[in-house]
């Protein structure tokens, strides 16, 4: 987790440097810290401990309490990832109700996040978590660019009507930047079952930007671009 966030701060070493997901994150965390505990000596609160959350059954952590419907969604095939989180921090109760079709399903954790870009943040920072040697990571659903892929590149793609800067980067790998035309592709090879990060800037010279964590084998498409610290990539919409 270090090793990501250091790389981050150093490709955005301006000090106005904005918008990594992961590190805003870390500061909504702060909300979740009144019942949850993350890292290496962490342990069950009011709410289990979330590292490594992402791509973990829901309902699973060891000797935690779960409401008896976190349970039941669980044993449903439930696994939390960025798609489940999001919607599952914005209502806890009507994301249970929903996921188990049942309208008396209940929810221990009585906390709501409704802003949309903080819960964002929150998961990449949860992802940011994971253990180094986890594949526990969920697939998440193959969209066509994955398939041509190869398992150990990570890429990122100009989805966006205009031409942008980008950098991608992954453990292992230098650093690569590229202006990108709409539709094209700049890769890096990763090791398999690690995360690195692509970003898109402001400009060449421009320190802000926004980052994704992604996963050593996907293609990330950053969809549209509105200004520094807001852009829409394919596994945030
Ligand atoms: C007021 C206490 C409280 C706060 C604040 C809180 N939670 Fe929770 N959380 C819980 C409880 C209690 C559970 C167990 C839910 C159950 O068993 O139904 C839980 C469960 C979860 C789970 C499911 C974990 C699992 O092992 O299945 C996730 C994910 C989660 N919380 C994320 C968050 C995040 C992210 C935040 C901050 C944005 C947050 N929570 C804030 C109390 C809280």
């Known amino acids: 987790m270090f090793r990501i966030l250091a790389a981050t701060t150093f490709i955005l070493a301006a000090p106005a440097a904005t918008a990594q997901d992961a590190a805003e994150g870390e500061k909504v965390f702060r909300k979740c810290k009144a019942c949850h505990m993350v890292g290496e000596d962490a342990k069950n609160r009011v709410g289990p401990v979330l ?9 699973s952590y060891d ?7 976190m349970e039941e969604a669980g044993e449903a095939g439930l696994v939390w990832d960025e798609e489940s989180i999001f919607e599952y921090l ?4 009507a994301f249970l109700r929903s996921y188990l079709d049942d309208p008396k399903a209940r929810a221990k954790m009585t906390f709501r996040l409704s802003d949309a870009q903080e819960r964002r943040d929150v998961i990449a ?3 940011s978590l994971s253990p180094e040697d986890s594949a526990a990571v969920a697939p998440e659903a193959p969209h066509a660019a994955e398939v041509e892929t190869a398992a150990t590149s990570l890429c990122v793609r100009n989805l966006n009507t205009h031409a942008h800067f980008f950098a991608v980067e992954a453990r ?3 650093r690569r930047t590229a202006t ?5 592709r ?3 090879d990763g090791d398999t079952g690690k995360t690195g990060m692509v970003s898109v800037f402001e400009s060449a010279e421009g320190f802000e930007g926004c980052s994704r964590l992604v996963p050593v084998g996907e293609t990330e498409d950053m969809l549209r671009y509105v200004d520094f610290d807001r852009c829409f990539w394919s596994s945030n919409t």
Not at 90 to 93: E, L, M
């Open 51 to 59: 590292t490594n959350v992402v791509g973990r059954p829901a309902g």
């Open 125 to 127: 920072y949860l992802q």
């Open 90 to 93: 914005a209502d806890p109760r």
């Open 186 to 188: 700049l890769c890096v």
């Open 180 to 184: 990108l035309d709409p539709g094209e």
């Open 172 to 174: 292992g790998a230098d």
């Open 63 to 69: 000797d935690y309490r779960y409401s008896s419907s």
